[in-house]
């Protein structure tokens, strides 16, 4: 079955600590997405890549770093430098030139 | 940039009854709107979506408009049942090929069916 796996579901970490979300998709899609949900708010383009070895930086990348060594694989790291890190983040993923955005289940991460 | 406002934030109605959600954007060239679906802790999911050379689209109990004079979209829902509680996404594009490092997306309605 196709689709797009984020692990964990739920992150805890402390303040200060970098901390790394996954994201692996075996739609054989090109781009890949992340976005951040915070309550009562739409989703917010953290960084995107549209082929392997190039990302670019969405609306509110500062803070977040990203790499794109596989197709299938786009890692999202939290650093330190983030300064309100506790968020609901959203990978998602899409044929390269348009087509549906297939968003994967999610990762909560609180920061304390 | 393109602004997407989504309205209402909340809606309440019976089930049985019609749902409807409305949605403006700011960018004339904005031609691609679709509308997502998110269940309590998962991601959310397409449910429909309109290009800008097509005025209404159906699929079921589920429709969008669109008013490109007017900059506005709606999503509606007809005979709600419980399982369309839900939180529900608007989102506009400029991109041609609908492609999301266009996509901007409104904050959201929360409908909940009331049984």
């Known amino acids: 079955d196709g689709g797009i796996t984020q692990s964990p579901k739920y992150l805890f970490r402390k303040e200060g600590q970098n901390v790394t979300l996954s994201c692996e998709q075996n739609?054989?899609?090109?781009?890949m997405y992340w976005y951040r949900q915070d309550p009562g708010q739409g989703l917010r383009l953290i960084y995107y890549s549209q082929i392997v070895n190039d990302f670019q930086k969405g609306d509110i990348a500062e803070g977040y770093s990203v790499s794109r060594e596989k197709k299938e694989s786009f890692p999202l790291t939290v650093t330190s430098a983030q300064k309100n890190p506790t968020a609901f983040y959203l990978c998602?993923?899409?044929?390269?030139?348009?087509?549906?955005?297939?968003f994967g289940n999610g990762t909560r991460l609180t920061v304390t | 940039g393109e602004n997407v406002e989504q309205h209402p934030s909340t809606l309440s109605v019976q089930e049985g009854d019609s749902a409807v959600i409305k949605c403006t954007y700011s960018?004339?060239?904005?031609?691609?709107f679709p509308w997502y679906k998110q269940e309590l802790g998962k991601g959310p999911q397409l449910i429909i979506d309109i290009r800008s050379n097509v005025g209404e689209k159906k699929d079921q109990r589920i429709a969008v408009t669109l008013n490109k004079t007017a900059k506005h979209f709606s999503l509606h829902i007809t005979e709600t049942q419980p399982e369309d509680s839900a939180v529900y996404f608007c989102a506009a594009s400029w991109y041609s090929g609908g492609g999301a490092d266009g996509l901007t997306f409104g904050k959201g309605t929360h409908l909940i069916i009331q049984p």
């Open positions: 739609l054989n899609h090109d781009a």
């Open positions: 998602a993923s899409s044929t390269r030139r348009g087509g549906t955005l297939h």
């Open positions: 960018d004339s060239a904005s031609n691609y």
